[in-house]
């Protein structure tokens, strides 16, 4: 890949991964990331034809486990932990 696209995908990747940790529009950073983790697993699993565990080099089970993370905050309300909701004091 080129320069440019590199730095064309870094950028939102950091971008997103900063709003995930401060909380800012975390749900949407979350999207981005998983599209952009899907790209990558594209592009290891169909074009460069690297293995789920990868032979010699790294293989897309990590971008799966990133994938898997985000979920954690697509699907429930981030900003708290659900299980400990009905421990707070009201």
Known sequence: MSVPFTVFLGAPEMAGSIALVIG??????????????MGAIYMKAVKWYTGFWGEKSSGWNYEVLLIAMNLVWLLPRPGGCQEFAGWRRR
């Not at 949407?28 to 983790?37: E, K, R, V, Y």
């Open 24 to 37: 800012f529009l975390a749900q949407w950073a979350a999207l981005g990331l998983t599209l952009i983790m």
